[in-house]
């Protein structure tokens, strides 16, 4: 970031702050760009916890394999180690065989707090099973530590997040490999594995991928404004570390790191922040708003073979925008993208009166008199480069304002991929640019074609000139009945 910095060039700030502690208002006045990475209570998909957070999805982009070769094959599975125990044989133990007296087979299947016997377990692998109530290999990789084991093998639901461990191996698999090595060793009268060093393997996985552990929308309390805006690479990522910060414990040794290998919205961040403080370096007129529609209009939605993205889970699902917001991150078109929806602080302020925010509080984060004013169906209008609408009854037509910020003679013709069970049409359907004429206005209208309580359905419509592909989101959410909840 330091090489970026130069007389013109704007600051970016990272932060992780509660939205209230946020002018929102009067940071669209200042040239200060906000990039917020995606809050959450717990390592699933579930909803977004600040719902006007500029939300970051993460995206794997590599995998770290461990190798784990016993007697019989060799076994792939990922690991972040390069310590003691590997290249030796070690034998191998399924931690449901050695339940401490005081716990359970099922406890100690997924290797949990204190479930193990620590006669049994002394100078061996275990190898454990993720459960729904336990399901973390750091805590697995404890518990193993405790009773003086030498390794442990986690099998798990398929993820690309790999745990650091400094101590003891500890390699990750999935369920099908874990069920392989269980095999083996109920087959075996002395099992036996040994670890090989880690090593990066480039070129062989599907990137990216939407993380198990991002955050999804949609958006609880302002349904109309689309959640996460874009995805960027914030798995294993190997970056920076305060010494001061989580110092390692190796050998019962405490070590400071100067790097590390992380995985979170913590690490999409910097990645997004960068890209802005590019843009805004080549564009220094453009609004934070006209930036953010430029990172989400030129997303990628696929995955480097041409595939649809998908995203972790179980099992694996093709992404949509509440997993991945505009898609994945593309700086190169992001700094070309044609058109862009711009918003100023009279939007905002229109945003926060129809959240039902009262005039006396707007006006003190505007520190001007503010009196709201009434406006129908505003969220829906809102000049965002997507089209969120969660209650489709009949019929409903929005609008939006484009800017060209391309060649002066430009002209663009719509495309559209309408949601499942909706008809959306285009007016205009194209919009020619002159020296005179920069802004077009122009509106969408979504008819329902079926008269159900449905789920959200999504689309895309796609404004084209032959060199610039403006890519608007569409989701779409059909019901019958109001206050509805889907159970």
Wanted: charge should be neutral.
């Amino acid at each position: 970031m330091a090489s970026l910095w130069s007389p013109g060039i704007f600051l970016v700030l990272v932060l992780a702050l509660p939205l209230k502690t946020l002018p929102l208002v009067t940071l669209a006045e200042t040239n200060v760009y906000i990039v917020y990475m995606g809050d959450k209570l717990h390592d699933e998909p579930e909803l977004v916890q600040e719902s006007h957070h500029e939300l970051l999805a993460d995206i794997v982009g590599r995998d770290i394999p461990g190798l784990v070769p016993s007697l019989v094959s060799w076994t792939q599975g990922q690991a972040l180690y390069t310590g003691k125990n590997v290249d030796t044989f070690h034998p191998i133990v399924y931690g449901e065989d050695i339940a401490a007296e005081d716990s359970d087979e099922d406890r100690a299947r997924s290797c949990d707090s204190g479930s193990l016997n620590a006669t049994s377990a002394r100078g061996k692998v275990i190898l454990c099973f993720g459960s729904r109530s336990q399901r973390s290999n750091i805590i697995a990789r404890r518990t193993v530590l405790d009773v003086k084991g030498v390794g442990l093998i986690f099998a798990q639901f398929p993820t690309k997040d790999v745990t650091l461990s400094l101590d003891i191996p500890c390699i990750q698999v999935d369920f099908a490999i874990g069920t392989y090595l269980l095999t083996y060793m109920e087959s075996s009268r002395n099992p036996v594995v040994k670890f090989s060093f880690t090593k990066t393997v480039i070129g062989k996985q599907i990137s990216p991928e939407v993380a198990f552990f991002s955050s999804r929308g949609p958006s609880s309390i302002s349904a109309t404004v689309l959640k996460p805006d874009i995805a960027a690479p914030g798995v294993n990522i190997l970056a920076s570390w305060s010494p001061a910060a989580s110092p390692a414990i190796i050998d019962n040794e405490v070590r400071p790191l100067d790097f590390k290998i992380e995985s979170g919205t913590s690490m999409s961040c910097p990645h997004i922040s960068g890209v802005v403080a590019l843009l805004k370096a080549a564009h220094p007129k453009w609004s934070p708003a006209a930036i953010k529609s430029a990172l989400i209009t030129t997303a990628s939605i696929e995955d480097e073979y041409g595939q649809k993205t998908v995203a972790e889970g179980a099992p694996y699902k093709q992404a949509d925008p509440f997993d991945y917001g505009g898609g994945h991150v593309d700086p190169d078109r992001a700094m070309y993208p044609g058109l862009v929806f711009d918003m100023g602080t009279s939007d905002y302020i229109r945003f926060l009166c129809a959240l039902g925010y009262n005039s006396s509080a707007i006006s003190l984060m505007t520190r001007t008199r503010t009196r709201c004013k009434k406006s129908a169906n505003f969220l829906v209008n809102l000049n965002l480069p997507s089209i969120t609408i969660p209650e489709l009854k009949q019929n409903l037509t929005v609008s939006r304002t484009v800017t060209n910020v391309g060649p002066i003679t430009s002209i663009y013709v719509a495309r559209v991929l309408a949601p499942a069970g909706t008809q959306v049409t285009v007016e205009p359907s194209v919009l020619s640019f002159d020296s005179t004429r920069k802004e077009i206005k122009f509106k969408v209208t979504f008819c329902s074609l079926l008269r159900i309580q449905g789920r959200y359905s999504f689309g895309n419509l796609f404004w084209e000139d032959g060199f610039h592909v403006v890519r608007i989101p569409l989701i779409v959410r059909t019901v019958i009945d109001d206050f509805y909840a889907e159970t």
